[in-house]
């Protein structure tokens, strides 16, 4: 009897704080205004930088997203981890090359020469080949698409600086624990670089990623003296403890690293979506293509030669979205002209402009503005979902990525000839806004193109 009373206690305390937790986040996430976001702290390596936005934001918590930017210098090698979160890695400029390792996938790279390796268990080590799994050539454009708990490491092998925008989905059924972003790096000793700065801005009210060492340093010696079967010197250096280069460390020599050309890696992934046409077998994880170049005119959904462009990756032309439920858009707006004012029926959309500024008036389910201001280069702005939205360029254009927590994140106009407007009766409009039929007629059909308008079309027609 006393155990019972003890388990319904113990389910009624349970039951009261999922309740007050729901309580609090409704509270909390009572979206009344948005701000424009920038790089809140940094954490400084040897060959590079890594930036952060604050992600106890009530936008980023809300939405369950966070946001990082890399800067890795020339040479510069972001140390092998892996995050609780899908994540998303845009190549805002520079070129590189990108590892993803995915558990259970066959090492289809090989070395042709074969080096010697010592083996502690036998005098004469022997001859064997080096393998690993596939490298993806990094470039600008490119979305690396990286699934929860893997492995992954970038090296700038370029002449200027490597600037890769990562977003993260905290609130993915991938992520089991919390609604935290977890990095565990498998080397080095990735705050130590940044603790010997002096004069660092660091405005985040709570430091996003703190750093400590990486995960072998929580393993006795011992343990991995056994495990991989070296001396204690080694087992010792995989700690890092002594290691004071941070998360971002400078190559000395070329990386020595198996890959093929640009042009014959995409000629191998068109093969393999051949065979996989052909035999007609679902993509398995290990085969699917884990980056894609949003450039591409391929990608081109909306085009209007005198406002601008979108492209989307979405699960149809990017599959492995759908194993991460994350899309993403890139999109371009010419000098004063208007995206038309839209809402995302399925996903948070977060915006982070990277060229020129643009004019950004966001509506909530009152009618009331949450932002009205400029959005400029470097900057972002999480627009929930369901939320209106429209944007103006400025003077100089304006060209942003989007990224999105849905595989097919689906959009709804406004205004142009496929909106929501355009596809009520005449009548219903009449009468909704108490004009004119005629009225109606102009403000169904006098805006004529589809999603962006150039600055004259904008200008309203008498």
């Given at each position: 009897?006393?155990?019972?009373?003890?388990?319904?206690?113990?389910?009624?305390?349970?039951?009261?704080?999922?309740?007050?937790?729901?309580?609090?986040?409704?509270?909390?996430?009572?979206?009344?205004?948005?701000?424009?976001?920038?790089?809140?702290?940094?954490?400084?390596?040897?060959?590079?930088?890594?930036?952060?936005?604050?992600?106890?934001?009530?936008?980023?918590?809300?939405?369950?997203?966070?946001?990082?930017?890399?800067?890795?210098?020339?040479?510069?090698?972001?140390?092998?981890?892996?995050?609780?979160?899908?994540?998303?890695?845009?190549?805002?400029?520079?070129?590189?090359?990108?590892?993803?390792?995915?558990?259970?996938?066959?090492?289809?790279?090989?070395?042709?020469?074969?080096?010697?390796?010592?083996?502690?268990?036998?005098?004469?080590?022997?001859?064997?080949?080096?393998?690993?799994?596939?490298?993806?050539?990094?470039?600008?454009?490119?979305?690396?698409?990286?699934?929860?708990?893997?492995?992954?490491?970038?090296?700038?092998?370029?002449?200027?600086?490597?600037?890769?925008?990562?977003?993260?989905?905290?609130?993915?059924?991938?992520?089991?624990?919390?609604?935290?972003?977890?990095?565990?790096?498998?080397?080095?000793?990735?705050?130590?670089?940044?603790?010997?700065?002096?004069?660092?801005?660091?405005?985040?009210?709570?430091?996003?990623?703190?750093?400590?060492?990486?995960?072998?340093?929580?393993?006795?010696?011992?343990?991995?003296?056994?495990?991989?079967?070296?001396?204690?010197?080694?087992?010792?250096?995989?700690?890092?403890?002594?290691?004071?280069?941070?998360?971002?460390?400078?190559?000395?020599?070329?990386?020595?690293?198996?890959?093929?050309?640009?042009?014959?890696?995409?000629?191998?992934?068109?093969?393999?979506?051949?065979?996989?046409?052909?035999?007609?077998?679902?993509?398995?994880?290990?085969?699917?293509?884990?980056?894609?170049?949003?450039?591409?005119?391929?990608?081109?959904?909306?085009?209007?030669?005198?406002?601008?462009?979108?492209?989307?990756?979405?699960?149809?032309?990017?599959?492995?979205?759908?194993?991460?439920?994350?899309?993403?858009?890139?999109?371009?707006?010419?000098?004063?002209?208007?995206?038309?004012?839209?809402?995302?029926?399925?996903?948070?959309?977060?915006?982070?402009?990277?060229?020129?500024?643009?004019?950004?008036?966001?509506?909530?389910?009152?009618?009331?503005?949450?932002?009205?201001?400029?959005?400029?280069?470097?900057?972002?702005?999480?627009?929930?979902?369901?939320?209106?939205?429209?944007?103006?360029?400025?003077?100089?254009?304006?060209?942003?990525?989007?990224?999105?927590?849905?595989?097919?994140?689906?959009?709804?106009?406004?205004?142009?000839?496929?909106?929501?407007?355009?596809?009520?009766?005449?009548?219903?409009?009449?009468?909704?806004?108490q004009v004119s039929r005629e009225d109606a007629q102009k403000l169904k059909y006098n805006q004529q193109q589809t999603s962006l308008f150039s600055a004259s079309s904008s200008k309203g027609q008498g």
């Open positions: 009897m006393a155990m019972m009373k003890a388990s319904l206690l113990l389910a009624f305390f349970l039951l009261s704080a999922g309740t007050l937790a729901r309580q609090q986040r409704q509270n909390w996430c009572q979206i009344n205004r948005i701000n424009a976001l920038e790089a809140c702290g940094n954490i400084q390596a040897e060959a590079g930088v890594t930036e952060f936005w604050e992600p106890d934001n009530q936008l980023f918590y809300c939405s369950g997203v966070e946001f990082i930017r890399h800067r890795i210098q020339p040479d510069g090698l972001l140390l092998p981890s892996y995050v609780n979160t899908p994540h998303l890695a845009f190549t805002e400029e520079g070129k590189g090359v990108l590892g993803v390792v995915l558990p259970g996938c066959p090492e289809t790279y090989e070395s042709s020469s074969k080096q010697q390796f010592s083996d502690l268990s036998q005098r004469r080590g022997p001859r064997i080949q080096d393998r690993h799994q596939n490298v993806q050539n990094f470039n600008p454009g490119d979305v690396v698409a990286i699934p929860a708990g893997a492995a992954h490491w970038i090296y700038n092998d370029g002449n200027t600086e490597l600037v890769v925008v990562v977003f993260f989905d905290t609130h993915n059924n991938a992520n089991q624990l919390d609604a935290n972003r977890r990095r565990f790096y498998l080397a080095g000793n990735p705050h130590a670089h940044s603790e010997q700065q002096q004069g660092q801005s660091q405005q985040c009210h709570l430091h996003p990623e703190p750093y400590s060492g990486n995960i072998f340093n929580g393993f006795d010696v011992e343990f991995l003296q056994e495990a991989f079967n070296v001396d204690r010197e080694t087992a010792e250096k995989l700690q890092g403890q002594r290691d004071q280069r941070g998360h971002i460390v400078r190559v000395e020599q070329d990386l020595q690293i198996i890959r093929p050309t640009h042009s014959r890696e995409e000629q191998e992934q068109e093969q393999e979506q051949e065979r996989g046409r052909e035999n007609g077998f679902e993509e398995t994880v290990c085969s699917l293509k884990l980056k894609e170049n949003i450039d591409n005119p391929a990608h081109i959904d909306f085009v209007n030669k005198q406002a601008g462009r979108i492209s989307n990756l979405n699960n149809y032309k990017f599959p492995i979205l759908r194993h991460l439920q994350l899309s993403v858009a890139k999109s371009e707006l010419y000098r004063n002209a208007i995206q038309s004012p839209q809402w995302m029926l399925n996903a948070h959309n977060i915006v982070y402009v990277t060229h020129g500024n643009m004019r950004v008036q966001i509506v909530n389910n009152k009618g009331e503005s949450v932002f009205n201001d400029e959005l400029r280069e470097g900057q972002v702005v999480v627009i929930p979902q369901n939320f209106a939205v429209i944007k103006k360029a400025g003077e100089q254009g304006a060209r942003w990525v989007s990224f999105r927590t849905n595989d097919n994140a689906i959009t709804e106009n406004l205004v142009g000839r496929v909106s929501a407007i355009r596809s009520l009766p005449v009548d219903v409009v009449a009468n909704a806004y």
